[in-house]
T-cell receptor
Framework: EADIYQTPRYLVIGTGKKITLECSQT?????MYWYQQDPGMELHLIHY???????EKGDLSSESTVSRIRTEHFPLTLESARPSHTSQYLC????????????FGSGTRLTVV | AQSVSQHNHHVILSEAASLELGCNYS??????LFWYVQYPGQHLQLLLK??????LVKGIKGFEAEFIKSKFSFNLRKPSVQWSDTAEYFC????????????FGKGNQVVVIP
């Protein structure tokens, strides 16, 4: 069972609303990541963090923003949701040293109507 | 463009059949390689990984993968699949410059028919 938690699991929201997707991990990992996943497509990195107060944009441009005020918490915010933001958002974390794989959360499936 | 390629996105096979999923990457230099699996309704889980040493890697649930450096490949295999192997399989590669960041392929949707 994953030690990284994402809420909500599913979210349907209207255009223009502000939303925050939550991601928390209990493993003390310094590195955390947000990926966007669409059916039949590869996972695209949209944000990552190497520790508290560290955030970087990923390979895929995204209108979302992230914050990392605490090690265990890495929320993603959309100030004004649009239908183009409809996707699955996956949060992951990894240990600070060594080339270990990621631990993934269950994801948030977002639908903007 | 540098990428991770997985072909045959949809694979349908019967129980007891053998499975092989191809993965090719185009990054130069030293890389670490991973296969992840996502069962229906569940989160992505690490199936196996290769860092160095024996290029034939054993993973969980009877899966194995072989790293062939000259072909930039890391193919996943299982000699005899079960219905419970129905899942989506993702190949991933650490970026040489990426400080443990992973690049993923598009995935293979595998359906095993009982």
């Amino acid at each position: 069972e994953a030690d990284i938690y994402q809420t909500p699991r599913y979210l349907v929201i209207g255009t223009g609303k502000k939303i925050t997707l939550e991601c928390s991990q209990t493993m003390g990992h310094d590195k955390m990541y947000w990926y966007q996943q669409d059916p039949g497509m590869e996972l695209h990195l949209i944000h990552y963090s190497y520790g508290v107060n560290s955030t970087e944009k990923g390979d895929l441009s995204s209108e979302s923003t992230v914050s990392r005020i605490r090690t265990e918490h890495f929320p993603l915010t959309l100030e004004s949701a649009r239908p183009s933001h409809t996707s699955q958002y996956l949060c992951a974390s990894s240990p600070p040293m060594g080339n270990y794989g990621y631990t993934f959360g269950s994801g948030t499936r977002l639908t903007v109507v | 463009a540098q990428s991770v390629s997985q072909h045959n996105h949809h694979v349908i096979l019967s129980e007891a059949a053998s499975l092989e999923l191809g993965c090719n990457y185009s990054y130069g230099g030293t890389v670490n390689l991973f296969w992840y699996v996502q069962y229906p309704g569940q989160h992505l889980q690490l199936l196996l990984k290769y860092f160095s040493g024996d290029p034939l890697v054993k993973g969980i649930k009877g899966f194995e993968a072989e790293f062939i450096k000259s072909k930039f490949s890391f193919n996943l295999r299982k000699p005899s699949v079960q219905w419970s192997d129905t899942a989506e399989y993702f190949c991933a590669v650490t970026l040489p410059y990426g400080n443990n960041r992973l690049a993923f392929g598009k995935g293979n949707q595998v359906v095993v028919i009982p």
